[in-house]
């Protein structure tokens, strides 16, 4: 850093989540200065903080309390006076009840606005960037996704991401805000959420390791996702906010792998070799040294609209940020394996 030069300053919401954590750990390393706004200053959902060693660096700032308060929202831009605001506060899953349609719609449609608009308000020179997903697209009919693939979203998650987004276009083009889109494909790590299915499997091959007869229980095995590596998805979002001109990025690997695929990679990270024998929810893969089983399909995990195979195009990501993802599926299993393994010894 050169003599004179500004540190940058950086509030990143949905900071104690999987992409909040790993950009964190990149600007610190860049010399920013972050603040990040949790639920509240301790408690177990810092966990993936602690875990990368970052939740007692001297420029991370925790301020617990909510974006939902406007006034709030004001006081917060102009006491830390952020040059960039990155929002990756929202619920990750599709809800299910009307309780959390509501909690879902306000964290993930209208917080993003509300930050646009108090930055609007407060500093129209803050850059902002908005966490898009790949299920805005939803009931695509072409394939691979890229920037100009129409949206058609197939559930109130994907729309409510939907009006994030244009918010955030309407925000550029209006106001002339220096605001960012990504769309982010299916991005995995050892910070992963156990909800999702690739932590679901790496932490029962884990399991196996240590020892455990455990049986692995899962849905739909031939799904198939467009599965990237979290870490590489943030650098690609910190070059965005470098750009010249804020502009739309997908993010993704291009490459699509099944569930099934993702078991196998596991089982290999553990050195067991698994054969599948039988066929729908009569499937079981068996490891085939010692003929035990260990995955079975059971319906409960089916789920009631699978949606499209999605796969994303990132060329342009390529061309203008000179980004693409480059750890391969086996490398992030095994690294999400190895993860998993070590935090079973240090818990026993
Ligand atoms: P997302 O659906 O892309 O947000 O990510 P998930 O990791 O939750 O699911 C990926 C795919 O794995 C979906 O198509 C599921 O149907 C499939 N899948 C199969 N078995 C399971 C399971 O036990 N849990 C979850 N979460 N997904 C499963």
């Not at 072409?142 to 309407?170: C, D, M, S």
Request: charged letters at 25%; hydrophobic letters at 40%.
């Amino acid at each position: 850093m050169s003599l004179g030069m500004q540190m940058k300053i950086a509030l990143v919401t949905g900071i104690t989540g999987q992409d909040g954590t790993y950009l964190a750990r990149l600007l610190l390393g860049k010399g920013y200065s972050v603040y990040g706004t949790p639920r509240s200053a301790e408690g177990p959902h810092l966990w993936r903080l602690r875990e990368l060693d970052i939740l007692e660096h001297p420029r991370l700032h925790l301020v617990p309390g909510g974006l939902d308060d406007m006034e709030l929202l004001r006081r917060l831009l102009r006491e830390i006076s952020p040059d960039e605001v990155y929002n990756f506060a929202a619920t990750s899953f599709v809800p299910v009840t009307p309780g959390q349609l509501e909690t879902m719609t306000s964290a993930t449609g209208v917080g993003p606005l509300r930050l646009l608009e108090a930055i609007r308000e407060t500093n129209p020179g803050i850059k902002f960037f908005q966490a898009g997903s790949s299920e805005m697209f939803g009931r695509v009919d072409t394939a691979p996704q890229n920037e100009n693939t129409p949206f058609h979203p197939r559930n109130p998650y994907g729309a409510a991401k939907l009006y994030a987004y244009w918010n955030t276009v309407i925000y550029r083009e209006t106001h002339g805000i220096f605001a960012c889109n990504g769309i982010l494909f299916n991005h995995e790590s050892p910070l992963r959420d156990e909800l999702f299915v690739t932590r679901k499997i790496t932490r029962a091959f884990a399991a196996m390791r240590c020892g455990s007869d455990s049986l692995l229980e899962l849905g739909n095995l031939d799904s198939r996702r467009d599965w990237g590596y979290a870490p590489e998805y943030m650098e690609a979002v910190w070059r965005m906010m470098q750009g010249k001109e804020p502009d739309c990025y997908v993010l993704a690997s291009g490459r699509t792998s099944s569930v099934r695929d993702f078991v196998e990679l596991a089982a290999k990270a553990v050195d067991m070799e698994l054969v599948w024998e039988g066929i729908g929810e009569k499937e079981v893969g068996r490891d085939n040294r010692t003929g035990t089983v260990r995955v079975r399909v059971n319906p409960a995990f089916y789920r009631p609209c699978e949606r499209v195979e999605l796969v994303g195009d990132a060329g342009k990501a390529g061309r203008l940020l000179d980004w693409k993802a480059s750890t391969p599926l086996e490398d992030i299993c095994r690294n999400m394996v190895e993860m998993d393994f070590n935090r079973l010894q240090k818990s026993a």
